[in-house]
């Protein structure tokens, strides 16, 4: 069964920094893009970025280009989405999917509730 | 990349059948084949119900279709139930390896 697990939740101050994972279960991590994707408070999905596992490269939206990182290590099925300077706009819901091509993104995961405040 | 343009909500009642719109551009929806349409229920994951503009994943009823015209893309749900009742939310390939979210769409069943 494919799984996407992602860390808890965190709460953190604006300026700190931030990793949250997102662990793959059940299938080949090297054969499918991992995209994360964000909902902040009330609003709409927006696309974040996507890594290749196989290679490690990543894409982004050219809104987050540079504020996020997105990584991938391997070895332990893990997605990494983080941040080096959290600001408060950086508090959302963070989910992690397995995209198959296009815009298809197969499996979710639960979702990490991300709340930056002072 | 801006937002794909979606009605905030729209509303039914159980056996209609209602239709969303997902407004684009030719640089995105009228661009390419790879329109997605995503149910989500509150504090759930989205789910995929449509890809590739009109397909439906396994196990995805038939109540659920899709077509596209132009720039803007369609969801319909025939049949409504009240299991129905969630956020409808479009997404579409936007060229250069980025894709792009509508802002989503509250179904209410009446």
């Known amino acids: 069964e494919v799984q996407l697990v992602q860390s808890g939740a965190e709460v953190k101050k604006p300026g700190e920094s931030l990793r949250i994972s997102c662990r793959a279960s059940g299938y080949d991590f090297t054969t499918h893009w991992i995209t994360w994707v964000r909902q902040m408070p009330g609003k709409g999905l927006e696309w974040m970025g996507k890594v290749n596992p196989s290679d490690s490269y990543s894409s982004y939206s050219p809104s987050l280009q540079g504020h996020i990182t997105i990584s991938v290590d391997k070895s332990i099925n893990t997605a990494y989405l983080q941040w080096s300077s959290l600001k408060v706009s950086d508090t959302a819901v963070y989910y992690c999917a397995r995209w198959v091509r296009g815009s298809l993104f197969d499996y979710w995961g639960q979702g990490t509730q991300a709340t930056v405040s002072s | 990349q801006s937002a794909l343009t979606q009605p905030a909500s729209v509303s039914g009642s159980p056996g209609q059948s209602i239709t969303i719109s997902c407004t684009g551009s030719s640089s995105d929806v009228g661009g390419f084949n790879f329109v997605s349409w995503y149910q989500q229920h509150p504090g759930t994951a989205p789910k995929a119900i449509i890809f590739e503009d009109d397909r439906r994943p396994s196990g995805i009823s038939t109540r659920f279709s899709a077509s596209k015209s132009g720039n803007t893309a369609y969801l319909t749900i025939s049949g409504l139930q009240a299991e129905d009742e969630a956020d409808y939310i479009c997404?579409?390939?936007?060229?250069?390896?980025?894709?792009?979210f509508g802002g989503g769409t509250k179904l209410t069943v009446l």
């Open positions: 997404c579409s390939y936007a060229g250069s390896r980025v894709l792009v």
